[in-house]
């Protein structure tokens, strides 16, 4: 059997055994047991732990479960709502401004947690009833805390991007710099259509109050005082100033990885103590619990998903798939289109952790032959993931947002998000036009390569 012809049974097993239901870690540890059961030397399969063991004996690996403690304490505070309030009073005054406080508060969680569906249900239970009370409509709110949330994969700490420096042997303080520029471009884009969509719908809500309809509440306005102002910030700052420290112990080079990860959880766990009095045993049981079960899911889907990469390597079906691409002679940009496209697909049914530690062995050694940066474009891959967990059938997202707000009706929530999908396409374009944006900061801090 030729190499390509067993990678193609390779995939269409796992499509198989995925469609059939089973959790993704024990499909991806099923068709890797498999294949090596039927085309690898028998001995083979008396090194499966060895093999997942090693695979995962990394000191960068280290700092997953530690930046999941840290994002589960202040996920689980009342810190994500704090923090939206304070960013709220501070920019009431703003035309949408409500809109970009939400922007806001999900860009500063999400750096600070660095967990998409942390952040959805952290902001989104303050955000949501408070914009949709203000008379915004339900699927504007509901869209914006989706695609405000997906920012936990790009902004630093981000579990994708730690795995992508895994898988592409890459440094990780270089890609988490170069997340920034990107993120703060989402943030931006994202702020600017607030803007635009909040005065649509004043403009609208105006227009049928002065013909005699309803006053809708979009109509009235909040007021706030420079005191009341003020008594916002102690509750914040604590945080803010950890996720700075934080930045700065890694990017300044006075701690590794795993050091800053330990370093941020200790930190958060002192502070929602300090700042919450969430300290006594009962209080801290739901943040280890659903610390050590997001961790294990977690670490299982890599263990298993290195596993699998591993079996690709050994039947050199990598390889293979690998050569094929690249004896397909296509176009630098056009090799770059057709590998994204196959992530938007991937998208569809596997989460970012499956896609990057599937697909690196495949799709990174064409593009490096074809001259592209891969930390630029481990941002970019990072982005059009962004794009799979608020677009169907997936969509992690949207469903946590349906959990928070579950009387918004699913079409609303999938109409709400799709302009954020459309912006998130057009910042991967920003992106192919001008790499600087992503290249620049790293260069700066730690040299051009």
């Known amino acids: ?84 309030s304070a960013i709220h009073t501070w920019l009431h005054k703003i035309p949408g401004g409500l809109g970009i406080a939400n922007v806001f508060a999900c860009a500063l969680f999400a750096a600070m947690a660095g967990s998409s569906p942390a952040t959805c249900s952290a902001i989104g239970s303050a955000g949501i009833p408070e914009m949709r009370k203000r008379g915004y409509s339900p699927g504007f709110a509901a869209g914006i805390i989706a695609a405000g949330g997906t920012l936990g994969i790009l902004l630093p700490p981000s579990i994708t991007m730690i795995l992508y420096a895994v898988a592409a042997e890459q440094s990780l303080g270089r890609l988490f710099l170069a997340g920034i520029g990107p993120g703060v471009l989402l943030v931006g884009m994202f702020a600017t259509y607030a803007v635009y969509r909040a005065r649509k719908e004043y403009r609208i809500a105006k227009e049928v109050y002065e013909k005699g309809g309803i006053k809708s509440a979009y109509l009235d306005h909040d007021h706030f005082t420079f005191a009341e102002k003020i008594e916002m910030l102690p509750r914040v700052l604590p945080f803010v100033i950890l996720l700075i420290g934080v930045m700065i112990a890694l990017y300044g080079g006075y701690a590794t990885p795993s050091e800053t990860a330990g370093l941020g959880a200790l930190l958060a766990m002192v502070l929602i103590a300090g700042v919450y009095r969430i300290w006594k045993p009962k209080e801290l049981s739901p943040i280890l619990g659903a610390t050590i079960k997001e961790s294990t899911m977690l670490l299982m889907i890599i263990g298993m998903s290195l596993l699998y990469s591993y079996v690709m390597s050994y039947l050199h079906i990598s390889q293979s798939a690998a050569q094929w691409v690249v004896g397909l002679a296509l176009s630098k940009w056009l090799l770059l289109a057709v590998i994204l496209f196959m992530v938007i697909v991937l998208g569809f049914f596997l989460p970012p952790v499956s896609i990057i530690l599937m697909t690196a062995p495949i799709i990174l050694p064409p593009l490096k032959a074809a001259g592209f940066d891969l930390i630029w474009f481990g941002v970019v891959m990072t982005i059009v993931m962004e794009m799979g967990l608020i677009h169907p059938p997936v969509g992690l997202n949207i469903f946590v947002i349906k959990n928070i707000a579950p009387d918004i009706p699913l079409k609303d929530v999938i109409w709400g998000v799709m302009p954020f999908v459309l912006l998130m396409f057009g910042a991967v374009l920003l992106l192919c036009m001008f790499p600087q944006i992503s290249t620049a900061l790293p260069d700066m801090i730690m040299g051009a390569r």
Do not use: C, H, W
């Open 1 to 84: 059997m030729s190499e390509l012809t067993l990678g193609a049974l390779y995939g269409v097993v796992t499509l198989l055994v995925m469609f059939s239901g089973m959790p993704i870690a024990f499909a991806l540890g099923a068709v890797a047991v498999g294949f090596m059961y039927f085309f690898m030397p028998a001995a083979s399969l008396d090194t499966v732990t060895q093999n997942v063991y090693e695979e995962m004996a990394s000191v960068t690996l280290l700092s997953i479960p530690l930046f999941i403690l840290k994002g589960a304490a202040i996920g689980r505070s009342p810190a994500g709502k704090d923090l939206y």
